[in-house]
């Protein structure tokens, strides 16, 4: 398996904008995270919210090949079940349904990261003090981070979390590497 440092050297390698870089980091954050909470390999679970948008750069404008070319480039360097999650974290392009609870949790993780990210960046004081509640009602603002997928949130629940336990887990995941990941 891919080491965390080659890991992100492999997502820069494709000079992607800074901005995905970050959700890469947040990303692997919540994943990290989630590995804890649900019992699973932190490292692994990390290196794939990492890698996820890995082939983003070149398939931004073929959403079909997005998760696809990750696949091929990460074979042999992260386990099927990693594979698998990164290919389904994109099923709605890809036909690759996800089944498992890695599946799931790179789902609802990698799609939470635009809903945090923005409402952080609307709040005078980002990260301190957000609560689930505020995150709640800002998805029921359809117009609030309208690109953010607020089933893949909801897909939390498919981790056996509520939705108020996935975003407090999120929050808190995110808030030590804000600085570092655009929220300032």
């Not at 870089?21 to 909470?37: C, F, G, K, P, T």
């Given at each position: 398996m891919l080491s965390r440092d080659d890991a992100l050297a492999l997502v820069t390698s494709k000079n992607?904008?800074?901005?995905?870089?970050?959700?890469?980091?947040?990303?692997?954050?919540?994943?990290?995270?989630?590995?804890?909470?649900?019992?699973?390999?932190?490292?692994?679970?990390?290196?794939?919210?990492?890698?996820?948008?890995?082939?983003?750069?070149?398939?931004?404008?073929?959403?079909?090949?997005h998760g696809l070319q990750a696949r091929e480039e990460l074979a042999g360097k992260l386990p099927e079940e990693a594979l698998h999650a990164i290919v389904a974290h994109n099923e709605e392009c890809t036909g690759v349904a996800a089944a498992a609870p890695f599946d799931f949790a790179l789902r609802a993780a990698e799609s939470v990261t635009g809903l945090v990210m923005a409402a952080a960046l609307v709040r005078p004081t980002r990260m301190e003090g957000m609560e689930p509640k505020s995150l709640k009602k800002k998805m029921k603002d359809k117009s609030f981070a309208a690109a953010v997928s607020r089933d893949r949130i909801r897909e939390c629940e498919k981790l056996g979390l509520t939705l108020d336990e996935f975003l407090a887990l999120s929050i808190a995941a995110m808030t030590p590497i804000a600085a570092k990941t655009g929220i300032v």
């Open positions: 992607p904008e800074p901005h995905m870089v970050n959700h890469a980091l947040q990303s692997e954050a919540i994943m990290r995270a989630l590995a804890q909470r649900l019992g699973h390999d932190p490292g692994l679970w990390g290196v794939t919210g990492l890698l996820h948008d890995l082939d983003f750069p070149l398939t931004k404008h073929t959403p079909e090949q």
